[in-house]
């Protein structure tokens, strides 16, 4: 079946509880000792959504503004508004460079209600058209140069919203796909020459795969869908459950080709060399076409030496960081050494992207 992107979907809530107990208690009083010292205003916000309430969180700088401001959105599971503290560095950066910061805790996660495995990537497109309405109305807000970042499988969830030509001022693509099924066979393909597999049991879990994704597409029930996976091979017999199996079927055609395609305004696009979950050559392909058709002559692409999906530092053969206790070190890493836990650079040239482009 098609892979999982950004997988915080494996711990779910529980991550806070190992957040809090872990960090706070063993780390808190080294961190005070270093803290940053970038000043920010936190504001919290509701706005509705369809027939969700969504807790949302502005940072801003000091001062009266108006500021240029930044959409976070979020990769694939169970994100709240600061992804357990892996935007942490990235917000402070951005709200000391002069930019207001904008994210939010998916729906049915934190306080929000609802449920994000109801949500198709468009669904998850007119949710950002909406909070961009709540910053346009205020003040404290530039409200012509509201920006993009996001991360993995927001790549398919970005380009949507350009549903105007300048419906946004820029966008920031971070480890994106551009093709689930085509991505989903990249990851299983990694995943299992990291388990030692051979080519040829490769090449069979992948075709296995595309039968699975043809069943995806038919007016099956899940124990039907429950029963295939059940039976076929060994590497490939893992069930989702209904409520993801839900989520896969409304979304397992997403192709950002062609919404990319229509994108006008400022690009950026970061990927990580040793990304185990994108086909990053792949991805690239389509960000130089889009720099290339004329259309768009501002597209940045930077590819960080020995990183990984999560632009953190890694060696090729690391596997990708899709288990809790990898997520736990990259989350504890973080809290230690904030932005010098990523690649080398990856905040700063992010940062200096956006401030050369639209602080003044």
Known sequence: MAGVIYQFAKIGTGLAKVRFFTIALLLIPLLTSCASGVKMEREDLRFHFETDEVAGVLLMPEGPGPFPAVILIHGDGEITWDSYGYYKPLQQAMVEAGFAVLSWDKPGIGNSTGNWLTYSMNDRANLVIE??????????????????WGISQAGWVMPETFVEADAFAFMIAVSP????????????????????????????????????????????????????????????????????????RKNVNSDASKSLARITVPVLAIFGEFDNNVDVEDSVQYFEKLRSAGNNLDVTIKTFRSANHSIMPAASNDPAMNNEMSIYKMLMKIEFYGADAFAPGYIDYTVKWMTERFKN
């Open 131 to 148: 909070a961009r309405k709540l910053l346009r109305d205020r003040v404290d807000i530039r409200s012509n140069t509201i920006g993009l």
């Open 177 to 248: 796909a551009i093709n689930w099924i085509q991505q989903g066979h990249y990851m299983m393909s990694k995943r299992l020459k990291a388990e030692g597999y051979s080519q040829d049991a490769i090449s069979g879990a992948i075709e296995a795969s595309e039968k699975g994704n043809e069943y995806l597409g038919r007016d099956i029930l899940y124990r039907e869908y429950v029963e295939y996976t059940k039976s076929s091979q060994p590497c490939c017999q893992t069930v989702m459950s209904q409520d993801r199996w839900e989520f896969v």
